[in-house]
């Protein structure tokens, strides 16, 4: 079995019509139609996948990616530290994807080497690559929102509480660098967008190993990697488009459509969708056709609700079922 975890599906209803009432998803429509489909209440992608994985969250981020990264496993307590950008919107702080910051490695050195000293009294800043920084902590952080939950969101000032004091003078301090450092200012000459803060999350030490019904994970999120290899179970990049699955079950994270619809670029959140249909849906939907692949399972996590469906070959001959539209399955439940 393949199960295929997509956060981003799920909007509201009239959303949904605008957003892809005009684009050709047959795979998607058929597999809807067919298969069997559950609603559920609202989840965090974090928390949908950990319990696929047999782990609790709030996951220690920053300790499972150093796995992912190729670091041994230890026993100490990591924090993400990653570069941001903050952007002021309609009078409040806005996170942007940091992945549109583009860094480069010898940038990102640089600007870890400079906030070294700032950070010193409570870790060791370590740079995985140039969107990931980790900070060895000296004594267990108190807890941070998790970076992507907190995308394209009006930002709230950290808590007023004293385990929180020290990391709001660092976090002052830290921008204040970055603001007179060399690697902005180049960037601001060159026009690329500033690193302005650094987000801490995920923090914790890794986590037991425990029973897991999976025997592989793809996904590009170093966390869900390093969690896999945590679990003792293989791990890999997702692929480009759908394959047959290694083992007896395989759970892939397609998550290309998540940050597009956090932060409400619905350019990017159809060009997604639309490789979500021909990259994996519609082969995949060939492959339990032709008796390669014995069922497919799509969790679609949201805030509201979630929505989960499953196929397999023999649900491919109720041909009274018809297809079914995007916007009747995963349409967000309405606020009251």
């Known amino acids: 079995m393949l199960t295929l975890v997509v956060p981003g599906l799920?909007?509201?209803?009239?959303?949904?019509?605008?957003?892809?009432?005009?684009?050709?998803?047959?795979?998607?429509?058929?597999?809807?139609?067919?298969?069997?489909?559950?609603?559920g209440p609202g989840v965090a992608t974090v928390t949908r996948?950990?319990?696929?994985?047999?782990?609790?969250?709030?996951?220690?981020?920053?300790?499972?990616?150093?796995?992912?990264?190729?670091?041994?496993?230890?026993?100490?307590?990591?924090?993400?530290?990653d570069p941001v950008r903050l952007r002021f919107e309609e009078r409040s702080l806005v996170l942007d994807d940091p992945r549109g910051l583009a860094l480069k490695t010898?940038?990102?050195?640089a600007l870890a080497v400079a906030l070294a000293p700032t950070f010193a009294a409570l870790g060791d800043i370590r740079v995985l690559d140039a969107h990931a920084?980790?900070?060895?902590?000296?004594a267990p952080s108190p807890s941070f929102p998790d970076l992507?939950?907190?995308?394209?969101?009006?930002?709230?000032?950290?808590?007023?509480?004293?385990?929180?004091?020290?990391?709001r003078r660092c976090l002052n301090e830290a921008q204040m660098?970055?603001?007179?450092?060399?690697?902005?200012?180049?960037?601001?000459?060159?026009?690329?967008?500033?690193?302005?803060?650094?987000?801490?999350?995920?923090?914790?030490?890794?986590?037991?190993?425990?029973?897991?019904?999976?025997?592989?994970?793809?996904?590009?999120?170093?966390?869900?990697?390093?969690?896999?290899?945590?679990q003792g179970i293989d791990a890999e990049l997702l692929p480009s488009k759908f394959?047959?699955?290694?083992?007896?079950?395989?759970?892939?994270?397609?998550?290309?459509?998540?940050a597009p619809a956090k932060l409400g670029d619905a350019l990017a959140w159809r060009d997604a969708l639309a490789s979500l249909e021909a990259a994996w849906l519609a082969p995949a939907l060939a492959a339990i056709r032709s008796g390669e692949l014995d069922a497919l399972c799509l969790l679609a996590p949201g805030e509201r609700n979630s929505v989960e469906f499953v196929i397999r070959r023999s649900d491919l001959w109720?041909?009274?079922?018809?297809?079914?539209a995007l916007m009747d399955a995963f349409a967000a439940t309405e606020s009251r």
Request: aromatic share 8%; proline share 9%.
């Open 148 to 167: 992507s939950q907190s995308l394209g969101r009006a930002l709230a000032p950290l808590p007023a509480s004293a385990d929180h004091a020290p990391w």
């Open 133 to 138: 920084w980790n900070l060895r902590l000296s």
């Open 10 to 39: 799920i909007w509201p209803r009239q959303a949904l019509s605008d957003l892809a009432g005009d684009l050709s998803l047959p795979a998607f429509a058929l597999l809807l139609g067919r298969g069997r489909l559950r609603h």
């Open 318 to 324: 109720k041909f009274w079922r018809k297809p079914r």
């Open 106 to 109: 010898a940038e990102a050195e």
């Open 243 to 258: 394959r047959i699955p290694p083992g007896s079950s395989t759970l892939a994270l397609f998550d290309d459509l998540a």
């Open 177 to 230: 660098v970055l603001h007179v450092h060399p690697v902005n200012r180049a960037r601001e000459a060159a026009g690329k967008p500033l690193v302005n803060s650094v987000w801490p999350w995920g923090g914790g030490r890794l986590p037991a190993r425990t029973a897991c019904r999976h025997d592989s994970v793809w996904s590009s999120d170093a966390v869900i990697r390093g969690l896999a290899l945590a």
């Open 49 to 81: 996948l950990a319990d696929a994985l047999g782990v609790a969250s709030p996951l220690p981020a920053a300790a499972l990616r150093r796995l992912a990264f190729g670091h041994p496993a230890d026993d100490d307590d990591w924090l993400c530290l």
